[in-house]
Nanobody, 123 residues
């Protein structure tokens, strides 16, 4: 059974930092590109960052470029999202997802999803 378990969300003040983790089990982690997505209330789910299978290449949405860093540890089957300089508009449920084929970072391409972790940024 494939499981993606996000953790590390919570309440943080503007300008603060959080580190999200996504522990993956039930699949060969190194065969999957990994993405982080988020969904704010009343909005569609959007990709914020992705990392290829080896970790050699990454993608960042303009909204988080320079503030968020994605990384992965294939030995620990875990992908991370370091978030810095957080803004109120970063408030959302954050999801990790696994992609075995495309690395295009489109929600419809992802094979597996976690249940999400809530990040709330207070002003």
């Amino acid at each position: 059974q494939v499981q993606l378990d996000e953790s590390g969300g919570g309440l943080v003040q503007v300008g603060g930092s959080l580190r999200l983790s996504c522990a993956v089990s039930g699949l060969t982690f190194s065969n999957y590109a990994m993405g982080w997505f988020r969904q704010a209330p009343g909005k569609e789910r959007e990709v914020i960052t992705g990392i290829t299978r080896s970790g050699a290449s990454t993608y960042y949405a303009d909204s988080v470029k320079g503030r968020f860093i994605i990384s992965r540890d294939n030995a620990k089957n875990t992908v991370y999202l370091q978030m810095m300089s957080l803004k109120p508009e970063d408030t959302a449920v954050y999801y990790c997802a696994a992609d075995s084929r495309y690395s295009r970072w489109r929600p419809d391409d992802m094979d597996y999803w976690g249940k999400g972790t809530l990040v709330s940024v207070s002003s």
